[in-house]
């Protein structure tokens, strides 16, 4: 048990301190860079700190869900996800820098509320927790198209990242329907959606 707990908590801080790393290559990174205006690249640089809150957050529910869940092909699907939620911080935790932006400040706070969101939906059981995850990647992947409607043009490097990340959440929702995943109550998805919409207006300025 304190062997786990130790493991959790040196995962815990390596995502909210440490920096990030990638097997794959970021997308668009052979992209040239393009000149954006001063608004534009402060914009973009926000939403990319949202995007980069985002993956922090899914860090924190893999965690939690993958130590409550007693399946261990589940757990092995949330391992699989979590390791690609980690190059999509990577991914814009790089694009931040380049932004001459910076991550939000309140990180660890996400973190630890996702946490204890994951830890809350792996207690009603493995289908549930995965209706749950089918869900927040369904919405996650609907926020990204968003941000592809409102990104500049011009800014194609962060473009292409956004959209790589809206094919992989897609098809962690695809598998976790696969592996019997329960529809969530409406009421549950807008308390989500509720949340969710904190997160990103805060994070956005902080």
């Not at 926000?46 to 995007?51: E, G, Q």
């Not at 869940?69 to 757990?75: G, L, N, T, V």
């Not at 098809?171 to 969530?184: C, P």
């Amino acid at each position: 048990m304190i062997d786990q707990f130790i493991l959790q908590f040196d995962r815990a801080l390596r995502t909210v301190f440490a920096p990030a790393h990638s097997v794959r290559p970021v997308p668009g990174g052979e992209l040239p860079d393009t000149a954006l205006a001063d608004e534009e690249k402060q914009h973009a640089a926000a939403l990319m700190r949202i995007n980069h809150c985002g993956e922090i957050c899914a860090q924190a529910l893999y965690q939690g869900q993958a130590m409550m869940s007693r399946d261990p092909a589940i757990r092995d699907a949330l391992r699989q996800a979590s390791d690609e939620e980690t190059e999509h911080l990577a991914w814009t935790e790089q694009r931040i820098a380049e932004l001459g932006g910076r991550k939000s400040l309140l990180n660890p706070l996400w973190y630890g509320g996702a946490l204890a969101i994951g830890l809350l939906a792996g207690r009603f059981g493995d289908r549930w927790n995965l209706g749950f995850l089918a869900e927040t990647e369904r919405q996650v992947e609907a926020h990204l198209k968003g941000h592809l409607d409102t990104l500049p043009e011009t800014d194609q490097k962060s473009r292409a990242i956004v959209a790589q990340m809206k094919i992989d959440e897609a098809e962690h929702a695809d598998t976790a329907v696969a592996l019997g995943a329960h529809e969530l109550p409406a009421p549950v998805k807008g308390a989500m959606k509720l949340a969710s919409r904190v997160m990103t207006r805060t994070a956005y300025w902080v």
